[in-house]
């Protein structure tokens, strides 16, 4: 094989080491814009249901881990931060069977809602689990007249 060959070929291969690179980088940024849409979207249809934007909403998030000492490593964590947590044995949901729901009362305001959902996603990933959204119910508006 000549010099020639031998570098076509390792330009062939870093070449599709850094197209393979950056597609990868791509994917990981529109799985970061689904998440932080999804935190835009539902605060926006809280707010769109008559939900006062000024008040806490009881919140809660779910994680699954195919460990229990992961879910429960990460309940003990977020307590600290003030979040009321259960961790539940739920079979029926495979590999990932162990639950974590956290709950919080809190303002829902974006940015710090999409932080959260990334710290959540990471803090997941850490314990090769897997962050599963966030709900809560709407919280009347008392600034409304009455009919």
Excluded: C
């Amino acid at each position: 094989m000549s010099n020639s060959a031998i570098w076509m070929y390792v330009s062939a291969v870093v070449g599709g080491l850094i197209a393979g690179w950056r597609i990868w980088q791509n994917l990981n940024k529109l799985r970061t814009r689904k998440n932080d849409s999804w935190d835009e979207r539902l605060i926006d249809q809280l707010r769109k249901s008559g939900s006062d934007p000024f008040k806490p909403h009881d919140v809660d998030f779910f994680l699954a881990f195919p460990a229990l000492e992961s879910a429960e490593a990460l309940a003990a964590r977020f307590r600290t931060e003030g979040f009321d947590t259960d961790v539940l044995d739920e079979p029926e949901n495979g590999d990932l069977r162990y639950a974590l729901h956290l709950h919080k009362s809190m303002l829902l305001v974006v940015p710090d809602m999409k932080e959260l959902s990334r710290r959540l996603t990471d803090a997941a990933k850490e314990k090769e689990g897997k962050y599963d959204g966030w709900s809560a119910k709407p919280v009347a508006r008392t600034d409304l007249p009455s009919q």
